[in-house]
């Protein structure tokens, strides 16, 4: 089968992470994958044996997620939008995939409601219509007003054929931040979490002895990597490595290096991150599902720092979740500073470690496994 992965991503790079890693899942079981990015390019991720099609990329004017950017950085005109509708058609045209996936629409990225719909309808027009399914994290966005939480349900039950949750039902249900009625709740299918699989340790222990600090591959964290300069002065024994990404990150790290003493380094985001986790003394982090995953997976010393601005409450609830586990602490961003961080550095590190956790995160195989159902309910076989 041939599978199409819609997916924007306008802050972070998680959406997109997450994405890839279906779609690598999907191309394992001998299938062919597409995956079709709105946001910016995100050239530290694994895209490896994966069609990834970039669209004329969006970016959010901040937390402000009802204001869109093109790549010039101003706002984008009907006429950008335009042209990416048009590209989306002709790729769902050209590869008449048997599955579409939309990537967090429609429980999320309302503001491009328009194009996701006009993808579902050059989809449901295709010769041989694909099976639609939606593809959501554990953790979503309470819909600030019944009538949101009702507008998404109404678009599910019109066009969609399966909501894929990528949680456990009994760690995360999908009612713990979005309303479930029961037409919706039919169409749930849970697959576990979605991680690529475990990274091995590091060939050259990369990241021993040192607190990684890293805020995803979004233009975000500044005040995580201000606050762990902060705590680098105040302890000149403690190591410490800053990893930044994001479309500015360039900029970033010229300006955090102008300001680090000298145990502490800053370098740009890294792909073998993962693998350097198995050896850090610590890991500062925020708490989104990609980062969650991995602290799980290395079983590494974290602090987690939810990402909390412009109202949003995902992160917070994750992190108050994984807190539980020992070696992880949870440290408000108004609570943060150089101070706050090394004391909860220290608490996390004389935690016991935790075991690398292997069971309930090979969400994108049942993910490949459920979609595969569906189809055979479609056609009988």
Not at 242 to 247: D, I
Request: net charge negative.
């Amino acid at each position: 089968m041939t599978v199409l992965i819609l997916v924007t991503h306008l802050l972070g790079t998680g959406h997109l992470a997450r994405a890839l890693t279906l779609a690598r899942a999907f191309v394992a079981a001998g299938n062919r994958a597409l995956v079709v990015s709105g946001g910016e390019p995100a050239p530290h991720l694994d895209a490896s044996g994966v069609e990834l099609v970039q669209l004329p990329p969006l970016r959010s004017d901040g937390v402000n997620f009802t204001r869109l950017l093109d790549a010039a950085g101003e706002e984008a005109s009907v006429a950008y939008l335009k042209t990416r509708q048009t590209q989306i058609a002709q790729v769902l045209t050209e590869s008449a995939p048997t599955v579409l996936i939309t990537e967090l629409f429609p429980f999320g990225r309302r503001v491009l409601r328009a194009e996701f719909l006009a993808a579902i309808e050059t989809a449901k027009g295709l010769p041989n219509r694909p099976l639609i399914c939606a593809s959501i994290r554990d953790i979503l966005a309470p819909p600030s007003k019944p009538e949101k939480a009702q507008a998404t349900e109404a678009i599910v039950h019109q066009h969609y054929d399966a909501v894929l949750v990528h949680s456990d039902d009994e760690i995360t249900p999908l009612q713990a931040s979005w309303p479930v009625a029961p037409d919706l709740a039919v169409k749930l299918r849970y697959t576990g979490f979605v991680a690529p699989p475990a990274a091995p340790p590091h060939p050259e222990q990369l990241g021993a002895g040192d607190v990684l600090v890293s805020a995803g591959g979004g233009d975000v964290g500044a005040d995580v990597f201000a606050a762990a300069l902060e705590a680098a002065r105040a302890d000149p024994h403690l190591r410490w490595r800053l990893l930044v990404g994001g479309s500015h990150a360039a900029a970033h790290i010229a300006q955090l290096e102008a300001q680090a003493p000298p145990n502490a380094h800053v370098e740009a985001a890294r792909r073998d991150f993962r693998q350097m986790l198995h050896h850090a003394t610590a890991s500062v982090s925020m708490a989104g599902y990609n980062t969650a995953l991995d602290l799980l997976q290395t079983g590494a010393p974290a602090v987690l720092v939810p990402f909390d601005a412009g109202g949003e409450v995902e992160q917070g609830l994750r992190a108050h979740g994984l807190a539980r586990l020992p070696g992880i602490s949870l440290l408000p961003s108004a609570a943060l500073s150089g101070v706050a961080l090394l004391e909860q550095v220290g608490k996390v590190t004389a935690a016991p470690r935790r075991a690398p956790r292997a069971q309930g995160l090979d969400g994108a195989a049942e993910t490949v496994r459920i979609v595969q159902a569906l189809l055979e309910q479609r056609y009988g076989h």
